[in-house]
């Protein structure tokens, strides 16, 4: 880094596969979603201070330092907070771990304060509000315990400290012993305070070192591939197994943008690179549980697929603003929905289809899905040649003009291929035949892009624009990666789109919004991917390196990196960047451990 970073999300995660909950390095609990990734806000100072609701422990005086850090291969966040009365350390956590054979994973939040040294001096505050800000709850006092309550919402807050505290502000808390705060939605905690909290942070621990255990992690910069698992892992509803972008809204991608969007669902046209990702670490539940969902939505929406939906499979994501909201650092506006799942984006349906072909052709998954193989990969099929020919919004998500994308027809290219695959294994001859004459016709339209004077396959038919988007055609192998042609387009995207530091932007001609000004991080993690692929292994392991430092102190990514001075903007974390970094790093580990990766299943057929 050249220059001192001006914008750093300082905050870490916390979650159990039910809610994330976002821990400020002062110790506020500045944004938690409850019951659902996707309901409103109990906490979101991120987003307004004031209306923003609080859940704090503070020194009586100023914080001298701060530090934050995860206990080694969980998600359990601890923050040590330093004062000129003594210093204190608090563990958060969401209680997640095996019970009656199935997980525990309530709307539970569990944070322990302890002492470290002197007598420290604390103040907390509880103070959640409903429906994003506009409304208080109303708060009744228990023996050892404050309820919550607003309309048919009920929050209970336990704790082994006096409830008189959180009534008169002016008295601070001298902590000597360690003290336990239990916040939970819907359901009281009614179970010893000091004894359930040691178990469930016991238990808690054991789960997630065994998750990590158990997860195929390569050599290649491992530590930092075992925290982007865990933070992936994060981001999985588990109920449906929906795997949402991030678990905030409206955290503008750079100051003063507009570009402020709700990420807080699943889209269904990234599932390849997230499926990808746990198939690398060898996380199947996870895998199969994603892929169970987008064949759920594939088959009870009959019509158009969206390129996002709800955590539950909804379709109607309508998008509408919070204008009374102050905004994260004044960037408005605030939204809530998102209109691009009106969007027609037609890499989805070979997204899909590429995303469930293992659970149709591996050996270790196919026999429980034999019953329907077909007739999936039949109506996805049609799907493809319906669309084959028609412009779409593309994978950013143009919200005022359609092209025919090149990124758009190599899914279908793919999804094709992945059929064609299928359709051997399982002897369907008539499905082979339609497969291999779609495939055909994607590669004619992206062929279609190609700029032979250039030596570059441009974002879309009849643009003069290059997109960040046809790294894939490398990486998919629809390019041979030793070719001539895809080290010429590799170099061509580099001389256009690559900023310093081994940072990539999407593009950079304008779109609805005026020209983009932040580089965004997965791209720059496909950049690392097709340096390894063209034999460029020396350059990919540099900028991958370089592309470490643009993490937090935690090693949380966000969505876009300012290229100037390297700030953080966007939703944070971003669950597709750490895809990105825990896909480069396996693509470069298994380059470094064997010569060949990537080879067979979207390999072009001399035949």
Known sequence: ????????????????????????????????????????????????????????ILPSSEIVNSTQYYIENTNILATTIESEDGSYRVTDFAPRFEQYERYYKPLMLIRKIEPIAGHPKIRVTCDPVFNYGQQSFEKFRGSNHIQFERADVKMRLATNMPISHFFEDDIPYVLSKPIYLVLTYGSPFEAPIERTSEDFLKRTKQYWRKWVKNASIPTFYQR?????????????????GAIIAASTTSLPEFPGSGRNWDYRYCWLRDSYYVLQALSHIGHFEEMERYASYIANITQTD???????YGIMGQHKLEEYTLDYLEGYLGNKPIRVGNQASEHIQNDVYGQALIALLPLFTDHRF?????????????????????TIDEKDAGIWEFRNFENRHCYS??????????????????????????????????????????????????????SDNVDASTLQL??????????????????????????????????????????????????AFWYVEALACVGRLDEAQEVFKQLLSFGNHLMLFSEDVQEDDGSQWGNFPQAYSHVGLVNAAYRISMKLDRPAFFEGDYQQEKS
């Not at 930092?224 to 449906?240: C, F, G, M, P, W």
């Not at 190599?410 to 035949?433: N, S, V």
């Not at 042609?485 to 900023?499: D, F, Q, S």
């Open 1 to 56: 880094m050249q220059k001192e970073r001006k914008h750093v999300y300082n905050t870490g995660i916390i979650g159990n596969c039910a809610y994330i909950a976002h821990v400020d390095k002062s110790t506020n609990i500045s944004w938690l979603c409850w019951p659902s990734f996707q309901d409103s806000f109990v906490f979101g100072g991120l987003l307004d201070k004031g209306l923003g609701g609080e859940f704090s």
């Open 224 to 240: 930092e591939v075992i925290r982007s698992a865990l933070a992936l892992k994060l981001h999985q509803y588990e109920d449906t």
């Open 302 to 308: 009959t019509g158009r697929l969206q390129p996002l």
């Open 366 to 386: 196919r026999h429980q899905n034999l019953a329907f193989t077909k007739d999936w990969t039949e109506f996805i099929l049609d799907k493809i040649e319906a």
């Open 409 to 462: 027809n190599l899914f279908q290219w793919a999804g094709a291929t992945a059929a064609l695959k299928i359709a051997r294994q399982y002897d369907l001859a008539d499905m082979e035949k339609k497969a291999q004459y779609l495939r055909d016709r994607a590669a004619a339209h992206i062929e279609s892009c190609f700029d032979a004077d250039k030596g570059v396959y441009m974002n879309a038919v009849d």
């Open 474 to 523: 490398i990486m998919m192998n629809y390019l041979d990666p030793a070719s001539d042609r895809a080290k010429i387009h590799l170099e061509r995207l580099e001389k256009e789109l690559k900023g310093e530091h081994g940072l990539f932007y999407r593009y950079l001609h304008r779109d609805d919004f005026g020209k983009p000004k932040a580089t965004f991080l997965v791209c």
